[in-house]
């Protein structure tokens, strides 16, 4: 099974868009609440330069973006590449 990570707020619309595209598909992920863990926060600004809104989503470490770029990948069949680890 993959490796789903999504940093993420409690209160955050396209969070939830993103878990309800991924509760979909059957898939179950790691939620790391930046709000609620600094270091949750300083790790995601790491791995993701630049990035100062959530979601965060990487899937086996690799990072995809936000739900926008979560909901482009399923359409384009790069989602299901990166859920198989190509």
Same mark, same amino acid.
């Given at each position: *099974? $993959?490796?789903?990570?999504?940093? +993420?707020?409690?209160?955050?619309?396209?969070?939830? $868009? @993103?878990? =309800?595209?991924?509760? +979909?598909? /059957?898939?179950?992920?790691?939620?790391?609440?930046?709000d %609620?863990?600094?270091?949750?926060?300083? %790790? *995601?600004?790491?791995?993701?330069? /630049?990035? &100062?809104?959530?979601?965060?989503?990487?899937? =086996? /470490?690799?990072?995809?973006?936000?739900?926008d770029q979560?909901?482009? $990948?399923? &359409? +384009?069949? &790069?989602?299901a590449?990166?859920? %198989?680890? @190509?």
């Open positions: *099974m $993959a490796d789903i990570e999504i940093y +993420s707020t409690a209160v955050c619309p396209y969070c939830i $868009a @993103a878990k =309800n595209l991924l509760k +979909s598909k /059957g898939l179950a992920w790691q939620e790391l609440r930046i %609620a863990d600094p270091a949750a926060r300083a %790790a *995601m600004q790491e791995r993701a330069p /630049g990035a &100062r809104t959530v979601p965060q989503i990487f899937i =086996n /470490g690799v990072h995809v973006g936000g739900f979560l909901a482009a $990948a399923d &359409r +384009s069949g &790069r989602l590449e990166l859920l %198989a680890g @190509a």
